[in-house]
């Protein structure tokens, strides 16, 4: 039943998806957004629950990582970095597969076998000897299956998304093979999420004070990084000024 | 098709020269920058001027600054407003670029590959650190006099592309306002 569950969720959030117009532009790509045509209908909701997030994130989550990346030695930061990212390899591998990605999908679940039995996952002994890791995930693979993002959504504790990728999300959840065989799947969710935060840390203490709206600038990254995952040739297609004379 | 060979040959070692050109400005540039955000030795109003030189020399200052805004606010805007707003703006790019690279710890960048499309040249660098490193791409125009920056990326988030949300965000908030885009990016 509960395996019938995941599926039917699985249906419904890409059938909700395909089937309502919830991209802003029809000229743009269904998948790929232009950086003018966000689509952000609840943006007030959005900007209290972005505020909220830096609010937690200044009591409670950054000194907690300005804590641990104190404590914490580089390799002890690398190798836990990398126990996270490997117990993502078997998501990706089925994300692979869903996309026709075989080799990378084959490329996936090698790293996740040499990894794992070398080191736990908290040496990256794959991409030594030429198995590179591709980042991936459900999100992308409804995006490749040209399901439009819609509209642009934060959430609480967790930050930006959009309503593809949040129901990708949720669908991993469900659906990973790791998270589903362990105990306490919860504290590796709250680990992994600490971790994640972990990683954009210096980033976001740019954010912080490198811009006129924290909001907007988020909004913005969010998209760029994701369309970057979608793209070719995402560097060379990025809008450029036009050229005035100095 | 003996022309065409010739016509492609020409073509060809013309891009490569003008490839050459731009690896050996990029690299004297690069090095520069890296003095700058390696120093720490100078105090920090010190840095800023080095940091503000840097920037009124290598980047396309008026055709970021007009890309931000787009023509309708240039077409309908005085010239009186928009030379304060590229006043204002050339401090804002000196501020954000310096918060966003000024750092302490020793830095070094690698030149990886320099493309070119449109005229555009995309030079793809690495600028890495004991600890990480991280993919740097800049989109640079020959003027016919220097290289200038036009769009800088770091790993996939581009400078140009962001600023723009954020300033189409505040002048669609002030019905394309510019003295109001002026007053806000002043606060930075």
Redo the contacts between chains.
């Keep these: 039943m509960k395996r019938h569950l995941k599926v039917i969720l699985l249906l419904i959030s890409v059938t909700i998806l395909q089937s309502t117009n919830l991209y802003a532009n029809e000229e743009v790509s269904k998948s790929v957004i232009s950086?003018?045509e966000?689509y952000d209908p609840i943006e007030p909701i959005n900007r209290a629950v972005l505020n909220f997030n830096f609010f937690i994130d200044d009591i409670a989550i950054r000194p907690i990582v300005k804590t641990y990346k104190f404590i914490a030695p580089?390799p002890v930061e690398k190798g836990v970095s990398n126990f996270f990212s490997n117990l993502k390899e078997p998501i990706r591998t089925i994300s692979f597969v869903f996309q026709g990605e075989f080799y990378k999908s084959f490329n996936s679940i090698g790293r996740f076998t040499i990894n794992t039995f070398t080191s736990l996952g908290t040496f990256d002994l794959a991409s030594r000897v030429g198995m590179e890791k591709n980042e991936t995930d459900f999100g992308i693979t409804l995006a490749k299956g040209g399901v439009s993002s819609g509209p642009y959504i934060v959430i609480p504790i967790i930050g930006p998304s959009n309503l593809r990728d949040f129901s990708g999300d949720v669908v991993e959840y469900f659906v990973d093979p790791i998270s589903n065989n362990v105990p306490n799947r919860e504290y590796i969710a709250i680990g992994n999420g600490l971790n994640e935060r972990v990683e954009v840390d210096e980033q976001l203490d740019?954010v912080r004070?490198?811009?006129?709206?924290r909001y907007?600038?988020i909004?913005?990254?969010y998209y760029?990084?994701r369309?970057?995952q979608l793209e070719e040739e995402?560097?060379?297609n990025?809008?450029?000024?036009?050229?005035?004379?100095? | 098709m003996k022309y065409l060979l010739i016509i492609f040959g020409v073509v060809f070692s013309f891009s490569t020269i003008q490839a050459s050109e731009v690896s050996e400005w990029f690299e004297k540039e690069s090095s520069q920058f890296l003095e700058i955000i390696n120093n720490d030795e100078g105090t920090e109003s010190d840095n800023y001027e080095k940091y503000k030189y840097f920037i009124n020399k290598n980047f396309?200052?008026?055709?970021?600054a007009?890309?931000?805004i787009g023509?309708n606010i240039i077409n309908s805007s005085s010239k009186e407003e928009l030379s304060i707003y590229l006043d204002v703006f050339t401090d804002y790019l000196i501020k954000?670029i310096y918060?966003?690279a000024n750092t302490n710890t020793s830095s070094s960048i690698t030149l990886k590959d320099v493309?070119i499309?449109d005229n555009?040249f995309?030079i793809?660098s690495e600028i890495s650190d004991?600890?990480s490193s991280a993919n740097l791409?800049w989109?640079v125009?020959d003027?016919g006099t220097s290289f200038?920056i036009?769009?800088v990326?770091v790993?996939?988030?581009?400078y140009?592309?962001?600023k723009?949300?954020?300033f189409?965000?505040?002048l669609r908030k002030n019905r394309g306002n510019l003295e109001a885009l002026i007053n806000?990016?002043q606060?930075?």
Excluded: C, H, R, W
């Design positions: 950086y003018d966000i580089e740019k004070d490198a811009s006129s709206d907007e600038m909004k913005s990254i760029q990084n369309n970057a995402y560097i060379q990025l809008p450029v000024p036009k050229i005035y004379i100095e | 396309a200052i008026k055709s970021i007009y890309g931000l023509e954000t918060k966003l493309d499309k555009i995309i793809k004991k600890k791409y989109k125009i003027t200038k036009i769009d990326i790993e996939n988030t581009s140009f592309v962001t723009k949300s954020e189409n965000k505040i806000e990016i606060k930075i």
